[in-house]
C-alpha cells in the first residue's frame, strides 16, 4: 500500500460532503472570509466551522485571523495526491488511447 493512503483517505472523506464541495469550489475562485463562505448555506457559524476544520485536517485549506476575522485559502497542491490516485487507476486501454490521440494530432494533414 503506497504511503500517501493516509493522505488520500482525508482528502476522499473532507471532500465526500456536499458542503464541503462547495466551499472547495468557492475557494477555488479566491480565498474567503468565513462570514463570506457561510452566506449561501443554512446553518448555523459554528456548523460551517466544523467543516473547515475537516477541510484544513484533511490539508485543502489554510486559514489566517487578522483581529476577529478569519480568511481561509485552498493550499496550493491540495489536491495533487487525488489526481496521483486517479492517474493509477487509469487502464493501459486509456493510455495507449491518450498515446494514439497524441501521435494522430502529431501527424494530422495541416490544413492550407
Known sequence: MPKYYDE???VLRALADPTRRAVMERLAKSP?????LAAPFSMALPSLMQHLRVLENAGLVT???HGRVRTVSLRPGA???LHVWLSEQRTPAEHQADRLGI???RTAPKET
Not at 474567503?32 to 463570506?36: C, F, H, M, P, R
Request: glycine letters at 0%; aromatic letters at 0%; a negative charge.
Open 103 to 105: 501521435h494522430l494530432t
Open 8 to 10: 488520500l483517505d482525508a
Open 32 to 36: 474567503a472570509v468565513v462570514s463570506e
Open 79 to 81: 489536491l495533487d495526491v
Open 63 to 65: 486559514s489566517q485571523k
